[in-house]
């Protein structure tokens, strides 16, 4: 493994700040080989599609560049890739398709684990076709999402399941193959977000099992971005189009408007910044993107499993969860002491952090509301260890009375 943090660092000209940035769960900063993709391509020629004209044919590259490095990103064939502002419009208008052809008496299944953007349009769909909804629930104590509940979940009248590849919030990885495979043995569309896993774990969308994949550029550093990646890109020939021109196929069909070309240059160059986090790897992209975010969770694992240790060894905080599997992200929350206080005290010393205290999403099913809120951070390629010690000795001082 070559994975250089202070090299990678000094990608970063936002890092020059002087916060410590553990709030990466809400998007890492951007590498400088991002911007300048994005400033480059504002400045040159670019039009529309489907002229004879370099300005048009450059649009056109931009487009296939960025279909081609997410299909690189997720092991898909790039015509299924469907490009968009981000994840959660994209969804919304899979899930329009997708639902249309729903009746009376289907069945769609979603989890508790879920960001509301794998959760909201499929609710909105069933409830508008009268199909019925059927939720996986969190294990409160270890905040895992148990695969074998699935089995009583997933029917013949299942339409679809949408389940994330890792929660953002407190950095769950439920095990996708074995939910995957008894979707697919009742022939649901699987639905799978990595906008929170993407940057941390090797994607391979057949592996994972899944129909549809969704991610967002923002979550390692790139544009505001997101992309659906199909397995089967004839898949997108069979849905309802949502185009504004007709006789449109493939990802077209649910592309809605003009592409932001800029952004797609930048979605480009986050990616080759992803395949090149590990001055060993070689090949392809592909290859080099399998071997450098390997390498990355390698080295956040181990912060991840000091951070984790150190905070469970101060006696009044409590760290969200136990699962097995895991991105790094965590919640935890501190006795006597509301989320919104927490981090105040963190900003003070430098320290970027989120508070969750109102009763939504993971938090609503363990009531983390209750107790003041939690405390999240999250872990970026960029995090330092001694970044990881100023968060524990933070953290440490919320009991003096003085802080």
């Not at 879920?114 to 959760?119: A, K, R, T």
């Not at 896993?197 to 549809?212: L, N």
């Not at 070689?282 to 000091?306: C, D, N, P, V």
């Not at 009531?367 to 995090?383: K, S």
Request: aromatic fraction near 4%; charged fraction near 15%.
């Amino acid at each position: 493994m070559a994975f250089d943090v202070a090299a990678i660092r000094g990608q970063f000209p936002a890092l020059g700040d002087g916060w410590i940035h553990l709030d990466a769960p809400a998007g890492m900063q951007v590498p400088e080989q991002v911007a300048t993709a994005v400033s480059t391509a504002l400045r040159a020629p670019v039009s529309g599609p489907g002229g004879v004209f370099p300005a048009s044919q450059r649009a056109e590259a931009i487009v296939d560049a960025a279909r081609r490095a997410v299909a690189d990103l997720v092991g898909c064939d790039p015509a299924g890739v469907v490009l968009g502002p981000n994840p959660a419009v994209l969804l919304q208008r899979l899930a329009e398709a997708v639902g249309s052809g729903w009746v009376i008496g289907d069945e769609i299944v979603v989890s508790r684990l879920d960001h509301q953007q794998n959760i909201a349009p499929w609710l909105g769909v069933a409830q508008r076709a009268g199909a019925s909804v059927r939720w996986a629930e969190i294990d409160i104590e270890t905040c895992e999402l148990p695969a074998w509940q699935y089995e009583s979940l997933v029917s013949h009248r299942t339409k679809l399941v949408a389940v994330t590849a890792a929660s953002g919030v407190v950095g769950t990885r439920p095990d996708l193959a074995k939910i995957t495979k008894l979707a697919a043995e009742a022939q649901a569309l699987v639905v799978v977000d990595a906008t929170s896993s993407a940057p941390f774990v090797p994607m391979d969308i057949k592996a994972m099992g899944a129909d549809v994949v969704a991610v967002s550029a923002t979550a390692w550093g790139g544009p505001t971005v997101g992309a659906l990646a199909f397995a089967d890109p004839s898949v997108l020939d069979r849905l309802p189009s949502y185009a504004l021109g007709p006789n449109q196929s493939g990802p077209g069909r649910l592309e809605l408007g003009q592409h932001a070309y800029p952004l797609l240059a930048g979605l480009v160059a986050s990616i080759d910044y992803l395949a090149n986090l590990d001055d060993a790897a070689t090949g392809s992209r592909r290859e080099r993107l399998q071997t450098s975010i390997g390498s990355a969770k390698s080295y956040q694992a181990g912060m991840l499993g000091k951070l984790i240790s150190e905070l469970r060894g101060l006696l009044h905080v409590t760290v969200i969860g136990d699962a097995m599997r895991r991105i790094p992200a965590l919640a935890f929350t501190v006795t006597d002491i509301k989320a919104a206080e927490a981090i105040v005290h963190l900003a003070d010393r430098g320290i970027c952090a989120f508070a969750d205290d109102v009763p939504s999403g993971v938090f609503a099913a363990l009531g983390v509301a209750e107790v003041g809120g939690a405390v999240r951070v999250g872990l970026a390629h960029y995090t330092t260890a001694a970044e990881v010690d100023a968060l524990v000795e933070a953290v440490a001082a919320l009991t003096n009375p003085a802080r």
